[in-house]
Antibody, heavy 118, light 108 residues
């Protein structure tokens, strides 16, 4: 059974950093495109970043230069390093699997809340 | 960046009725469009991909159609568990992937 379990969210001050983790089971993270998608409170969905199975990474303009996506193959875990956090980064962050490796998300984690506030 | 516009913002219907939700793209996305359902407090769930293909385990009452810039999600006969927010998403020209702003389907 495919499972994605995020951790690492919490309250952080503007300008601070946070690292999110996503522990995967039931499949191999390095075999699929993996993304982070966020949802601000009461708002819609926003794609944040992707790491391809081959290792290439891409980011939304809103986080480019501040966030870094990575994976640890032996731990089967996905990460999102978030630096220079802003109030507008406040959201639930979902770890998502692209089981088709084309840009559709077939499995989602439960989400972890990141709150950026002083 | 491709912008997806969903309509209506809110749709009020009764169980048993037919629901028709729309998604319009700012430029052609061919058939590279998906639909997701999100219930309160839950993560989204993939319903439809490539405009008309049901994802694994999705009931047959959900169907998708369209190509180019205009797409439709149809729920043939609403069940109580179908009342939720629905999002469309394109993968035609990415990154970035983009989502529509959502349609809230509420009980009338």
């Amino acid at each position: 059974e495919v499972q994605l379990v995020e951790s690492g969210g919490g309250l952080v001050q503007p300008g601070g950093s946070l690292r999110l983790s996503c522990a995967a089971s039931g499949f191999t993270v390095s075999s699929n495109y993996m993304s982070w998608v966020r949802q601000a409170p009461g708002k819609g969905l926003e794609w944040v970043s992707v790491i391809y199975s081959g290792g290439s990474t891409y980011y939304a303009d809103s986080v480019k230069g501040r966030f870094t996506i990575s994976r640890h193959n032996s731990k089967n875990t996905l990460y999102l390093q978030m630096n220079s956090l802003r109030a507008e980064d406040t959201a639930v962050y979902y770890c998502v699997r692209d089981g088709y490796n084309v840009g559709y998300f077939d499995y989602w984690g439960q989400g972890t809340l990141v709150t950026v506030s002083s | 960046e491709i912008v997806l516009t969903q309509s209506p913002a809110t749709l009020s219907l009764s169980p048993g009725e037919r629901a028709t939700l729309s998604c319009r793209a700012s430029q052609s996305v061919s058939s590279y469009l998906a639909w997701y359902q999100q219930k309160p407090g839950q993560a989204p769930r993939l319903l439809i991909y490539d405009a008309s293909n049901r994802a694994t385990g999705i009931p047959a009452r959900f169907s998708g159609s369209g190509s180019g810039t205009d797409f439709t999600l149809t729920i043939s006969s609403l069940e109580p568990e179908d009342f939720a927010v629905y999002y469309c998403q394109q993968r035609s020209n990415w990154p970035p992937l983009t989502f529509g702003q959502g349609t809230r389907l509420e009980i009338k």
